[in-house]
RNA sequence: CGGGGUAUAGCGCAGCUUGGUAGCGCGUGCGUCUGGGGGACGUGAGGUCGCAAGUUCGAAUCUUGCUACUCCGACCA
């Protein structure tokens, strides 16, 4: 390719609307253009990176023995009424009316639409194993579009999906994609850690999350820093305490604390350290068989934060969780939210393991502006229910039995969940076992966010300069920059004869034939990121040489003219 | 949805407080020079100041409403 026909595109400045390092470069090199909030065209070096993770998503899909399909983007609305997902799916599902003001969706995902193929193709155990997969864009209308491709509406991601007669045979294919997967990542030279997940709204029982490391990530993943443990905190488990709680020294106290509301300045203003308080989350509960709805309250030490994941899953508690309002807890305790405290509370209490190990703690004593010191479990409250509610910290002994936790950024690129039986269930999928009956399949299903990958690949290998993309997923395998060709005639052929080995050598080169200065060419090459520079210049012909530079190490050297096509045997 | 911010040329910004012919840098067209790290000089083009209404002789500037984008919290590949 010459730039001379190219879409280059390139930005000297960095637009204001992007925020991360790899949204800005995104842009500034040319690679996608943003049309709407979340949403984005690709641009020549843009959709060349893309379609190099396709491809290796695709061959190692193809490796673990998947078939690649293509599924309709548009669903008819009543396969996600089947389901059950129209209902519980939220406003992230773009609905839609056709012409006949009949209802569809926008495609987040296809559980629904593949478990109907599959009911309908398949009909005896004979068919099993299946794994089918797509690459295809889906669209989520999600809450807050941000950070470029990394979070945006329209996204392109390879979905995979296994159907089984039996659990043993899922995990069998399930170990088989982890496998896969984890050849992909490698291929792709990324640095990235398949960590242990929960399994969110898709369901299911099993779950690994992949997830590249960079601080710009928007989950954290918990490792211990001795084995190869590793988990998304959502479902990294706080361990109880191993020592006993001490006894009760204090006396209660009531003390007041005027305008004092966080926790923060609880503890501040009485001189205790933060890990000696506690803080009370009232949350609403599930509907009794009365039809009402309790609040439920929630004990943490002050130091710790809420895990929403591990306290929805505690069956008082309603799920989505839902914060009481002021109202809901001016009527229920009688104060305003910064005073509430676990003792002398007439609502179900769930407390913490490591907050009821506290002894002489500080809360509030729901009274506005007022706070207990030296209360105690048991000797001031009534008998308490203890959960794992929070996340897990750095220093916290890993769940694993072996070293403490470390907590690092991590951006998730791929996810696999056993899922059982739900969407098999629901849609009525089942082929006739060896007794000749009737049996519901089980399935596996296995995601990737290729554009999100390529968002990841720049946040973790960029310099001041601009990309330094991995050699699998380069726009370009190398550029050739020749210094004043417009007046220099050697120059012009030496540069025109190498672009024409290279071509018919099948390299993908980006001859730079712009009657540019150097100082443009370098900054845009290095921006775009093409691993090798070939520097043709008049200082080094005389010697029949080129200057061959490389942009990950950052090394020049020189090479002979008729050496340059050894660089790519 | 809640809370902040922004909207003026392709990009980055100033101008607005105190209403009076719309500016700067980069980019861009043309010309000359230059030619191994975003070069110099000359000369052009390019804007219904996000939209709508209002106040006023007069609005980018003041008022009201709307919209879009963006950042911080709950979703997920």
């Not at 609880?266 to 001189?271: E, Q």
């Not at 769940?399 to 998730?412: D, F």
């Not at 059982?420 to 089942?430: D, I, P, Q, R, T």
């Not at 120059?491 to 980006?510: D, F, M, P, R, W």
């Amino acid at each position: 390719m010459r730039t001379s026909q190219y879409l280059l595109s390139t930005l000297k400045e960095t637009p204001a609307s992007a925020e991360v390092i790899s949204h800005q470069l995104m842009l500034r090199a040319g690679l996608v253009r943003n049309l709407a909030s979340g949403l984005y065209t690709w641009l020549p070096t843009g959709l060349r990176v893309l379609k190099k993770v396709e491809n290796i998503v695709r061959e190692e899909m193809q490796r673990a023995g998947a078939n690649e399909i293509s599924m309709p983007m548009v669903q008819p609305a009543d396969l996600w009424e089947e389901s059950g997902r129209w209902d519980d799916y939220g406003p992230e599902l773009l609905r839609l009316n056709d012409r006949h003001k009949r209802p569809f969706v926008l495609g987040p995902t296809h559980e629904e639409v593949i478990t109907k193929l599959v009911a309908n193709e398949l009909s005896s155990y004979k068919q099993l194993p299946l794994s089918l997969f797509q690459i295809q864009t889906k669209f989520r209308d999600e809450i807050r579009p941000r950070f470029g491709v990394m979070r945006s509406r329209e996204f392109l991601m390879k979905d995979a999906y296994s159907f089984h007669l039996e659990k043993d045979c899922l995990e069998k294919t399930y170990q088989k994609m982890f496998d896969a997967y984890c050849r992909i990542f490698d291929r792709l030279g990324l640095n990235y850690r398949p960590v242990l997940a929960d399994t969110g709204s898709i369901g299911g029982d099993a779950s690994h999350e992949f997830h590249v490391l960079a601080d710009s990530g928007e989950d954290d993943i918990a490792f211990s820093d001795v084995s190869d443990f590793a988990a998304n905190v959502e479902k990294a488990e706080a361990l109880a305490p191993t020592r006993e709680r001490a006894e009760p020294k204090q006396a209660l106290a009531k003390i007041n604390t005027p305008n004092i509301k966080t926790i923060e300045d609880v503890a501040s203003f009485l001189n205790v350290d933060i890990d000696k308080t506690v803080k009370t989350l009232l949350v609403c509960g599930n509907e009794t068989e009365q039809g009402e709805q309790p609040l439920i309250a929630l004990v943490l030490r002050g130091d710790h934060q809420l895990n929403e994941v591990k306290a929805e899953s505690i069956a008082q508690v309603a799920s989505p969780i839902t914060f009481a309002t002021d109202e809901q807890i001016l009527e229920a305790v009688g104060c305003k939210a910064g005073s509430i405290g676990p003792i002398g509370m007439n609502i179900e209490i769930i407390v913490d393991r490591s907050a009821a190990q506290l002894s002489d703690f500080v809360c509030g004593a729901n009274e506005n502006d007022v706070h207990f010191t030296g209360a105690n479990w048991q000797r001031d409250s009534s008998t308490i229910e203890m959960a794992d509610l929070r996340n897990v910290v750095e220093g916290d002994p890993s769940p694993c039995g072996e070293g403490s936790i470390v907590i690092k950024r991590g951006i998730e690129v791929g996810h696999i969940f056993q899922l059982g039986s739900k969407y098999a269930e629901a849609l009525n999928c089942s082929v006739l076992n060896e007794g000749g009956k009737n049996q519901t399949l089980t399935m596996g299903c296995y995601g990737i966010g290729v554009s999100r990958i390529v968002a990841a690949a720049i946040e973790q290998n960029h310099d001041k300069f601009g990309i330094k993309w991995p050699k699998a997923i380069a726009p370009f395998q190398v550029a050739i920059v020749p210094m004043n060709m417009a007046k220099s005639a050697r120059v012009k052929e030496t540069a025109e004869s190498l672009y024409e080995q290279l071509n018919n050598a099948g390299i993908e080169v980006l001859f730079d034939d712009r009657k540019e200065r150097p100082g443009v060419m370098f900054a845009d090459h290095e921006l775009m990121g093409t691993p090798l520079l070939l520097i043709i210049g008049e200082r080094n012909l005389d010697a029949q040489q080129i200057e061959v530079k490389n942009r990950i190490s950052g090394e020049k050297s020189l090479l002979a003219i008729d050496e340059i096509m050894s660089l790519f045997e």
